[in-house]
């Protein structure tokens, strides 16, 4: 199994920024692809933002030109950068990892961060 593990979250006024990190552990897993999905209250999970191994992102039209995606892959780490903050941002994020492991594709998700955006 891999570990996630998240932090950044928080509460911020809006227009404000927040840099969410996300760390990945295990044994004998490949990276497939990395990235970040939120819930708020009432509402379903929806993705945020999602790097792929070839670098390559897809963003929720909501966070397009206002998020930013990016991994280290020496450190099996994946960041979102949020920048102009409104209240609808306001959710518990998750990391989601895509992985091979032993042969299977799993798909791992973190424990989640609350992102509040609030005056």
């Known amino acids: 199994q891999v570990q996630l593990v998240e932090s950044g979250g928080g509460l911020v006024q809006p227009g404000g920024s927040l840099r969410l990190s996300c760390a990945a552990s295990?044994?004998?897993?490949?990276?497939?692809?990395m990235g970040w999905y939120r819930q708020a209250p009432g509402k379903r999970r929806e993705l945020v933002a999602m790097?792929?191994?070839?670098?390559?992102?897809n963003y929720a039209e909501s966070a397009k030109g206002r998020f930013t995606i990016s991994r280290d892959n020496a450190e099996n780490t994946v960041n979102l950068q949020m920048n102009s903050l409104k209240p609808e941002d306001t959710a518990v994020y998750f990391c989601?990892?895509?992985?091979?492991?032993?042969?299977?594709?799993?798909?791992?998700w973190g424990q989640g961060t609350q992102v509040t955006v609030s005056s």
């Open positions: 989601n990892v895509l992985v091979i492991q032993y042969g299977n594709v799993r798909e791992n």
């Open positions: 295990g044994s004998s897993f490949s990276i497939i692809a």
């Open positions: 790097i792929g191994n070839d670098g390559r992102t």
